[in-house]
């Protein structure tokens, strides 16, 4: 079964349960926000397999950047409201201004910037509601998602240690058995035929992906 990002975009619209967590997001009117990580991620998966159950999510992963606020505070009163929008899903909430931080990295000019220093090229990506249409930000593409491979992202190619323990631990394998796991990152972002532009706009706007939305009900 072949897929693309119209097909991710899709198959989210399709899912009750994302889509109304991704419309409690929304009402929550947060910058440049979006939810990735395992929420697109195992849902790829799972349809590529021919799952009829879903995976459970361990987290739903809300991302936004507000140089502003980077308190912690102020993250935990999110995940408050969101747990009251949608009581006992795993709701976590990050402001990627502050990530860099905790990560020790250079600091991040934006969610999709942000996303550049994750582990894995298929959990670096993000989709949210834009409006009545859903957007997909992904900057290394889908062709490793879609693909069934994962692989490390350029920045952990000397951190291959952390990326060893992190695959072993997530179990993946286990769950998605056609998964291929890599030790050889990328050499570029977005490359392949999932090619995107990705270069930075001005500081602070975020990095915008090419793929059309699907308008969400």
Not at 48 to 68: E, Q, R, Y
Request: glycine share 8%; charged share 25%.
């Amino acid at each position: 079964m072949s897929a693309d990002a119209a097909d991710i975009l899709s198959w989210i619209r399709s899912d009750s349960r994302r889509m109304a967590m991704l419309r409690a997001v929304s009402r929550l009117g947060l910058p440049d926000c979006w939810v990735g990580a395992g929420f697109v991620r195992n849902l790829v998966w799972d349809r590529l397999h021919g799952f009829a159950k879903a995976t459970p999510l361990n987290d739903i992963d809300v991302l936004f950047f507000d140089p502003s606020d980077r308190s912690r505070a102020t993250e935990r009163a999110l995940e408050t409201r969101l747990r009251r929008a949608m009581p006992g899903e795993p709701w976590s909430v990050r402001n990627q201004a502050r990530m860099h931080r905790r990560n020790k990295d250079a600091a991040y000019r934006s969610t999709g910037h942000a996303l550049t220093f994750w582990a894995e090229t298929p959990t670096a990506v993000a989709v949210g509601l834009r409006g009545r249409r859903l957007a997909l930000i992904a900057p290394f593409g889908i062709d490793d998602l879609i693909g069934l491979t994962v692989r490390p992202t350029p920045r952990f190619r000397h951190k291959m240690a952390v990326y060893r323990a992190r695959v072993a631990g997530k179990g993946w394998s286990a769950l998605w058995p056609r998964l291929t796991v890599s030790e050889r990152p990328p050499n570029q972002l977005c490359g392949g035929s999932s090619s995107i532009d990705l270069r930075p706009r001005k500081a602070g706007v975020g990095w915008v992906t090419r793929y059309v939305g699907i308008g969400a009900r």
